[in-house]
């Protein structure tokens, strides 16, 4: 029984947490009507620094619990920061939103290899100890717990709060929310905060508690499968909770099939298979809330609207 929930922390558990914060995060943001694609790259960066913070707080702060706090906190914080500037850029620019999204992709991962490599510089001239999250039970129960949560004050800002109808507001049609004088890019501006606060966390607890280290190319893909949750899941931050249960159990127990003489090419490609199977399945289901639906503004450019 202790190896079964030794085995469930370490992965399953683990797993959910990062997808479901790091889609909810993206539920945030896409619902302002800006199309996230540079996800991907902005989750690798949220790793990388995860790791570089943990190895100066760690070198900075005796106590394990503080550096590793901290360091969760400054990932957060710097990724707000960053997603920030990208949903400025979203709003005022005569460029598409796919162009800048893919842009900060790549800008992404070139930075996750230059943060994660300046920490690896770092640990090899000071030589710390450096602090990660222990895995275990009372841990997985702490972060499960504040995961869910941070679910709930998800669902509350957006639904239940003035912040929450303006950024839906601004999703659904930017041209007339700022004819009746809101300032749309100020909007985004906080969805990008709140949303890139959600994604950081979930790079951060990637890092320093479902692998314990970093490599290169860390991170790669995941931000896509955490995409791919925040679409299955409406981009409505239960349902993207309960979503996630059935991507992250995907990504844990499919490539356990080359076990049974599955090629490993097949079984390694398993979740992503199941997590297109799984969108396309969503995508055609007959949406009759409007709770639900995608934001009418979602992927078009406000400046060129403007000039209409």
Same mark, same amino acid.
């Given at each position: 029984?202790?190896?079964?929930?030794?085995?469930?922390?370490? $992965?399953?558990?683990?797993?959910? =947490?990062?997808?479901?914060?790091?889609? %909810?995060?993206?539920?945030? #943001?896409?619902?302002?009507?800006?199309?996230?694609?540079? #996800?991907? @790259?902005?989750?690798?960066?949220?790793?990388?620094?995860?790791?570089? *913070?943990?190895?100066?707080?760690?070198? /900075?702060?005796?106590?394990?619990?503080?550096?590793?706090?901290?360091?969760?906190?400054?990932?957060?914080? $710097?990724?707000?920061?960053?997603?920030?500037?990208?949903?400025?850029?979203?709003?005022?620019?005569?460029?598409?939103? !796919?162009?800048? !999204?893919?842009?900060?992709?790549?800008?992404?991962?070139?930075?996750?290899?230059?943060?994660?490599?300046?920490?690896?510089?770092?640990?090899? /001239?000071?030589?710390?100890?450096?602090?990660?999250?222990?895995? $275990?039970?009372?841990?997985? =129960?702490?972060?499960?717990?504040?995961?869910?949560?941070?679910?709930?004050? &998800?669902? /509350?800002? /957006? *639904? +239940?709060?003035?912040?929450?109808?303006?950024?839906?507001?601004?999703?659904?049609?930017?041209?007339?929310?700022?004819?009746?004088? %809101?300032? =749309?890019?100020?909007?985004?501006?906080?969805?990008?905060?709140?949303?890139?606060?959600?994604?950081?966390?979930?790079?951060?607890?990637? $890092?320093?508690?479902?692998? !314990?280290?970093?490599?290169?190319?860390?991170?790669?893909?995941? @931000?896509?499968?955490?995409? &791919? =949750?925040?679409?299955? @899941?409406?981009?409505?931050?239960?349902?993207?909770?309960?979503?996630?249960?059935?991507?992250?159990?995907?990504?844990?127990?499919?490539?356990?099939?080359?076990?049974?003489?599955?090629?490993?090419?097949?079984?390694?490609?398993?979740? *992503?298979?199941?997590?297109?199977?799984?969108?396309?399945?969503?995508?055609?289901?007959?949406? +009759?809330?409007?709770?639900?639906?995608?934001?009418?503004?979602?992927?078009?450019?406000?400046?060129?609207?403007?000039?209409?």
């Amino acid at each position: 029984m202790n190896e079964f929930l030794d085995w469930f922390v370490r $992965t399953l558990a683990s797993a959910y =947490v990062v997808y479901t914060l790091v889609g %909810v995060g993206n539920a945030i #943001i896409e619902r302002s009507g800006v199309l996230n694609l540079g #996800i991907d @790259g902005l989750f690798m960066l949220s790793a990388s620094l995860a790791y570089t *913070y943990a190895i100066q707080m760690s070198s /900075l702060i005796q106590t394990g619990f503080l550096a590793v706090g901290i360091s969760l906190l400054l990932t957060a914080a $710097t990724t707000a920061l960053l997603y920030s500037l990208f949903m400025v850029l979203n709003t005022v620019l005569p460029i598409s939103q !796919g162009a800048i !999204g893919l842009s900060f992709m790549f800008v992404g991962y070139g930075l996750a290899a230059i943060v994660g490599n300046i920490g690896r510089l770092i640990f090899s /001239l000071q030589r710390v100890r450096i602090e990660y999250i222990s895995i $275990t039970h009372v841990s997985a =129960v702490f972060i499960y717990l504040t995961t869910i949560l941070a679910v709930l004050l &998800a669902y /509350l800002l /957006l *639904y +239940k709060y003035k912040l929450g109808v303006l950024i839906r507001a601004v999703g659904e049609d930017p041209r007339l929310v700022s004819q009746i004088g %809101v300032n =749309v890019t100020y909007v985004r501006l906080l969805s990008g905060l709140l949303g890139g606060a959600f994604i950081g966390l979930g790079g951060a607890l990637f $890092t320093l508690w479902r692998v !314990g280290g970093w490599s290169q190319g860390q991170g790669l893909n995941h @931000g896509w499968l955490a995409y &791919a =949750v925040s679409i299955a @899941g409406w981009r409505f931050p239960p349902l993207v909770a309960l979503v996630s249960i059935f991507f992250s159990a995907a990504y844990v127990l499919l490539p356990h099939l080359q076990s049974l003489g599955m090629p490993i090419e097949v079984s390694t490609a398993a979740p *992503y298979i199941t997590s297109i199977v799984l969108m396309v399945v969503v995508s055609t289901l007959h949406r +009759k809330s409007r709770l639900l639906a995608d934001p009418k503004s979602l992927g078009r450019s406000f400046y060129r609207e403007e000039q209409v």
